[in-house]
């Protein structure tokens, strides 16, 4: 298996320009989800999909869109990236087990800069 | 609305002490609390996690953690620390929907 995958590693945009942050996994799991991650603030999430065709907002979700069509993929789109948006973005995925448990996977990670 | 601090921005701490990283949270219904670990570059991976029962989990890499809910507390411990285990430690808990909450980390430097 190899987990949960984001392309690129490393973007530069310039601001006004669109595109999309890939996110697969091969693990069969229903929730996926996207994080940002800057300086001093931890990880915040952006949206997250609790299967196929289901997807919400989280905590910073503005400028941001998902779609979730499969199971395996959930890609992030910016519609017109913003130096605001300059950081790491996270994809990870999770799958709920017994007695309410659950464990997220994260992804390598995308660094993504605007200018 | 739930909330996780970790009080201490950066720790040092000398290779074979011990180490404790602090960890509170607020959070309407019980909590699910996890301790991650990202090395520079990296993305981040699972220390342990505390859904339910003894209240002392143990994790990787020798880490254990403690859930205190009179104090609304998970800290982290290890009885020596290593040199590969300067890092970020971010605590965090579990939301609704498989999500997490987590705190503004807490970077480890391991002085020989």
């Known amino acids: 298996n190899a987990g949960v995958t984001q392309t690129p590693k490393f973007q530069v945009l310039k601001t006004g320009q669109s595109m999309t942050l890939q996110c697969a996994q091969d693990?069969?799991?229903?929730?996926m989800s996207w994080y940002r991650q800057d300086p001093g603030m931890g990880l915040r999430l952006i949206h997250y999909s609790v299967g196929a065709g289901i997807t919400d907002q989280g905590e910073v979700p503005n400028g941001y869109n998902v779609s979730r069509s499969t199971t395996e993929d959930f890609p992030l789109r910016l519609l017109s990236a913003a130096p605001s948006q300059t950081s790491v973005y996270f994809c990870a995925s999770s799958y709920p087990g017994p007695f309410g448990s659950y464990e997220q996977y994260f992804g390598p990670g995308t660094r993504l800069t605007v200018t | 609305a739930q909330s996780v601090t970790q009080p201490d921005i950066h720790i040092t701490v000398s290779e074979g002490a011990s180490l404790e990283l602090r960890c509170n949270y607020s959070y309407g219904a019980t909590p699910y609390l996890f301790w991650y670990v990202q090395s520079p570059g990296q993305g981040l991976q699972l220390l342990l996690k505390?859904?339910?029962?003894?209240?002392l989990v143990q994790g990787i890499k020798g880490f254990e953690a403690e859930f205190k809910r009179s104090q609304s507390s998970f800290n982290l411990r290890k009885p020596s620390v290593h040199w590969s285990d300067a890092a970020e430690y971010f605590c965090a808990v579990g939301t609704g929907a498989n999500n997490l909450f987590f705190g503004t980390g807490t970077r480890l430097t391991v002085i020989p």
């Open positions: 505390y859904f339910s029962g003894d209240t």
């Open positions: 693990m069969n799991h229903e929730y």
